[in-house]
């Protein structure tokens, strides 16, 4: 199975338009995808899979004054169908790479403790796992 994996940028932004709406949480906003593109501290990684985008990643980079660099993976997804066939470990590679490349040094992602298959992705991977206690506010709360 080739996988091929794509950063989305200003130049390829249109890959998103009629992607498989189970990539993401809720539909693209193409506004908040270009704000998204634009920014250094950010990349958006699709899997393609026989031509068809089956796989996604979004990464942040955060830089801190007193601790190291760290890549930090804010989403991963893969449509039902490519599940346990490569594609998120794929992408979790290229994410490492990509955050290698810019500095670095540490690596983290969170995920609901009842997600089973995220919990032993991650762990195949040699992440430790940790509790933590998560707030939010915004227009769901």
């Not at 490569?86 to 403790?113: H, K, M, S």
Request: hydrophobic content about 45%.
């Amino acid at each position: 199975m080739d996988i091929d994996l794509v950063p989305i940028d200003s130049h390829n932004i249109h890959l998103l338009k009629d992607v498989n709406p189970d990539l993401f949480d809720e539909p693209v906003v193409p506004e908040r995808l270009e704000r998204l593109v634009d920014r250094a501290s950010s990349f958006l990684l699709l899997a393609f899979v026989e031509g068809m985008a089956g796989g996604q990643l979004l990464a942040h980079i955060h830089h801190h004054p007193d601790k190291p660099t760290e890549l930090y993976i804010d989403d991963l997804a893969v449509v039902d169908a490519l599940r346990r066939r490569g594609v998120a470990t794929r992408l979790l590679e290229a994410a490492v790479a990509i955050g290698r490349d810019r500095g670095c040094e540490e690596l983290w992602v969170a995920t609901e403790p009842d997600n089973e298959p995220a919990r032993r992705l991650y762990g195949a991977f040699g992440l430790n796992e940790r509790s933590a206690s998560i707030f939010e506010a915004g227009s769901e709360t």
